[in-house]
């Protein structure tokens, strides 16, 4: 059966969103590769290995420090045991917070937001709550 593999993310400084990544987001660096030829880097984190889950894959682009996110691009979105606790964890950690814990408008569903070093909006979701459909 086909499986979503990841999903990649061009960023402007590869060791601050391995930092954001792993150290505030709690992923681990699952493997990292450089193409020399070509002048860039690879780095696919995620929670558990890529066999298991989808992976983020982390792209530098040597020399390019910041991208136009554009506005196709939706959100990642994180299951978590407890939102309002994480969001003060990402908080102390030095993250920046977007949007509160509190309930999806117009709904119940327990959902926060916030956005790691080049702009990409992360979604935090009660995890017992994630596979309610419409967010009800």
């Known amino acids: 059966m086909p499986r979503i593999l990841h999903t990649m993310l061009r960023v402007g400084n590869l060791e ?5 990544y792993c150290d505030v987001l709690g992923m681990k660096l699952l ?5 020399e030829q ?10 558990t290995d890529e066999d298991e889950n989808a992976v983020l894959e982390l ?5 390019t420090e ?13 299951g978590v045991d ?15 917070v977007t949007r509160e814990a509190g309930p999806v408008l ?3 569903t327990v959902i926060a937001f916030v956005e790691d070093i080049d702009g990409y909006k992360i979604e ?7 596979t309610q459909g419409l967010r009800k």
């Open 66 to 78: 910041k991208y136009d996110l554009g506005n196709a691009f939706g959100h990642i979105a994180i």
């Open 106 to 108: 117009g709904g119940t």
């Open 31 to 35: 493997r990292k590769s450089e193409n």
């Open 38 to 47: 070509y002048k860039y880097t690879l780095a696919f984190v995620g929670y």
């Open 124 to 130: 935090l979701i009660q995890d017992d709550q994630a």
């Open 82 to 96: 407890n939102v309002a606790e994480t969001v003060e964890n990402i908080r102390k950690a030095g993250g920046k």
């Open 59 to 63: 792209t530098y682009n040597w020399g």
């Open 16 to 20: 601050k969103s391995l930092h954001f």
